[in-house]
């Protein structure tokens, strides 16, 4: 049945290889069950049932991915994603969790059907590559900027925004320990190096009488409190535009990064580079994300984790689906997750943060115009604690630019049309 399914021996791998891969996928990206819930709590909504959405999110995802697409790819509420929906769109811009919910279903839709009828492609296509590096960085700088104010190691001054924080406390000090650690194990090529610094803080943590000890396994928490509670007439409103359209544009492109990614990496792409059923995999995140705003989760989307199972050997479907089994699995150890403090997550935080910097190293910083759009999303995202406001502000400064420096050649169409609207948002918000 299963190589009726998943066509393992004609992928040439075997089942024995594909389980090992699912699991280690799983325990490279397992930590987003102590992370997500933890943001998405300060955003209000109840932590158990963002737990158990969080849980049952990455299973949906990596059921269809597996199953229907057939691709080694796991799925689950996106970091970053779930930053922007937390300090920014709740938060930041005032709107309530309800109607965050509510952009992350329109976003997600959107993108199915930007994935249905092959519109993606165009979109992708017609946005610059410097753009896309840029969003990456801001987003990079964002996560960075959120994992020190959740440790306490930056702190919040009247005479200069920002300041240094008392990093003799045990909570900035055990953060600080926890990257260190996260560090060390990737530079060992430890796979799971963030679900154990995570553990090892933690336990650190109920060692010294910071947290007290719950237990490690009970009934799942109800998800009643977040099920189906997005407001979507809410997420209509035109205050809300922005905060859709970054929700679909960081997934977009999260999502056909990590699948070029690791198609290229298992060696299922063709010589063209073209990836077989590519709808049904882009098919796979949207609905997750669907899936998951009814659950009440942020936006669900690939995880470039999957690489590590991609490494020991797994290449079909089966490999995502055993991912998905282990997630539902999870759902039994809230207990667990409630115990992990914000500053044990602040390390795997810093850690991602990190990854996505690393986009720097692909701006050609001797063009003025391409490094000045970039800067500007680098520099606004974490400064305005907003995403949308990143993006935003750098369509604004790639167009200008690239008009004063005679280069508006380069400026295409939907970007000239991105611009315009950006600009009328920032006019008339």
């Known amino acids: 049945m299963l190589e009726r399914i998943f066509a393992i021996r004609q ?21 987003i069950i102590f992370v997500n819930p933890l943001m998405l709590a300060q955003a209000g909504m109840d932590m158990g049932a963002a737990f158990v959405a969080t849980c049952i999110a990455a299973a949906i995802g990596c059921f269809i991915m597996g199953f229907w697409a057939n691709y ?15 300090y920014g769109v709740v938060l930041g811009m005032g709107h309530s969790w309800q109607s965050a919910l509510g952009a992350v279903f329109l976003s997600g839709c959107l993108f199915f059907i930007l994935s249905v009828f092959k519109i993606r492609e ?41 300041q240094l924080g008392d990093i003799t406390q045990a909570g900035p000090l055990l953060a600080i320990f926890s990257f260190f650690i996260i560090a ?21 943590a109920w060692s010294m009488d910071l947290i007290t000890y719950q237990g490690l396994v009970s009934a799942p928490p109800s998800v009643l409190p977040t099920l189906m509670a997005l407001d979507i007439a809410s997420a209509l409103e035109v205050s809300m535009l922005s905060v859709v359209f970054a929700f679909l544009f960081v997934d977009l492109f999260d999502t056909s990064g990590t699948l070029v990614a690791v198609t290229q990496k298992a060696g299922l792409a063709d010589a063209h580079g073209k990836m077989p059923r590519l709808g049904r995999a882009l098919s796979a995140d949207s609905t997750a994300t669907i899936a998951g705003s009814m659950l009440g989760t942020s936006t669900t989307t690939s995880y470039i984790e999957s690489v590590s199972g991609v490494s020991v050997g797994g290449k079909t479907g089966l490999t995502a689906v055993v991912v998905g089994i282990c997630f539902l699995l ?53 400064l305005t604690f907003s995403i949308a406001h990143g993006i935003a502000l750098g369509f604004i400064a790639y167009t200008a630019v690239k008009v004063v420096c005679n280069k508006a ?6 970007v000239w049309l991105l611009t315009g609207l950006f600009v009328l948002k920032f006019a008339f918000e």
Request: aromatic fraction near 8%; charge should be neutral.
């Open 122 to 162: 165009w979109v992708i296509q017609a946005i610059p590559l410097v753009l896309k590096q840029a969003i990456a960085t801001g987003i990079g700088a964002f996560l960075a900027l959120i994992a020190l104010k959740n440790a306490g190691i930056i702190v919040a001054s009247p005479a200069t925004l920002v």
């Open 11 to 31: 992928q040439g791998s075997t089942i024995k290889t594909e389980v090992l891969a699912g699991f280690t996928t799983f325990v490279t990206m397992v930590y």
């Open 72 to 86: 080694p790819l796991a799925l689950a509420p996106g970091m970053g994603l779930n930053a922007f929906f937390t």
């Open 330 to 382: 999870m759902v039994f150890f809230a207990p667990l997750a409630k115990m992990v403090p914000a500053y044990a997550t602040a390390g795997a935080i810093l850690y991602v943060a990190v990854l996505m910097l690393q986009n720097l190293k692909l701006v050609n910083w001797d063009d003025m115009s391409d490094a000045i759009p970039v800067s500007v999303v680098l520099l606004m995202t974490p």
């Open 409 to 414: 050649h380069e400026v295409t169409v939907s």
């Open 184 to 204: 060390a194990l990737m530079f060992r090529d430890i796979k799971s190096g963030v679900l154990i610094s995570i553990l090892v803080v933690t336990g650190a």
